[in-house]
């Protein structure tokens, strides 16, 4: 039996519909609110083209050819230019579990480290428990309330840490 390729990088255009399609899909697995999250965001079609900035970067895990998640930095909308956004970060069912978003998650983080954040803040929705997890495995420290103007307002879990 053949060992899956599994690779790490940064997103191309091609990879828009793909990545589009595992974060639409996610919202309908766990019963997310589509309104107010990052399901009618219209960053969430155009992903490639949103993350061309020098202060952003948006990645992909690719599983034998096919887009199967992603993950990316961006500076908070309407914040400090210290705090970066951990954002649109989704998996399929196919790659979750195995490792590959906590790899992405601390490609992310060193990412928004090389970029010269200071902190790293998060949105989530209460239904992604082994991500939560994840977040507070590595340090993240959960608020009261959002930060910033994401636009996510169904969020109901923020997140932030010191890099």
Known sequence: MSKDSIVIREIEPQDNPEI???IRSCFHEFNIPLEGTAYTD??????F??????NDAYFVIER????????GVKPLSASDTDTC??????????????GYGRALFEKCIEKAKALGYKSCYLESASQLKAAIHIYESYGFKHLDGA??????????VWMIKNL
């Open 147 to 156: 930060l910033g103007n994401t636009g996510h307002y169904s969020s109901g």
């Open 49 to 54: 083209q949103s993350y061309q900035n020098n």
């Open 85 to 98: 956004e951990i954002q649109k970060m989704y998996f399929s069912k196919k790659v979750r579990g195995q």
């Open 20 to 22: 589009e399609a595992v």
């Open 42 to 47: 219209p960053e969430t079609s155009e992903m």
């Open 64 to 71: 034998n050819g096919k887009v199967e998640g992603g993950g």
